[in-house]
Nanobody, 118 residues
Framework: QVQLVESGGGLVQAGGSLRLSCAAS????????MGWFRQAPGKEREFVAS????????YYVDSVKGRFTISRDSAKNTVYLQMNSLKPEETAVYYC???????????WGQGTQVTVSS
């Protein structure tokens, strides 16, 4: 069983930055991609960014392009989300997730709260 542990959330003023980390408890045989999602109060969970493990291809939701950067450290089985120019409407619980084979995100972290004050 794989466990994903997020860290790095917190309170930041609008325009500020945070860096989230997500460490996988062990390397699975297959790690196709990892992603970040977020869920604001009263809203559905939404995709934020993803990165393929072998090729490092990245994908972002349009609203964060140019401000957020996803990266990975293969040696540490860790994925990061650098978030700059944060907006109050991006206050949410941020989750990381692992897709082992390209068919869907099977493993999820417990989430980390990000609060952006205006």
């Amino acid at each position: 069983q794989v466990q994903l542990v997020e860290s790095g959330g917190g309170l930041v003023q609008a325009g500020g930055s945070l860096r989230l980390s997500c460490a996988a408890s062990r390397h699975t045989f297959s790690m196709y991609r990892m992603g970040w999602f977020r869920q604001a109060p009263g809203k559905e969970r939404e995709f934020v960014a993803s990165i393929t493990w072998s090729g490092g291809r990245t994908y972002y939701v349009d609203s964060v392009k140019g401000r957020f950067t996803i990266s990975r450290d293969s040696a540490k089985n860790t994925v990061y989300l650098q978030m700059n120019s944060l907006k109050p409407e991006e206050t949410a619980v941020y989750y990381c997730a692992l897709d082992p084979s390209g068919t869907g995100y099977d493993y999820w972290g417990q989430g980390t709260q990000v609060t952006v004050s205006s």
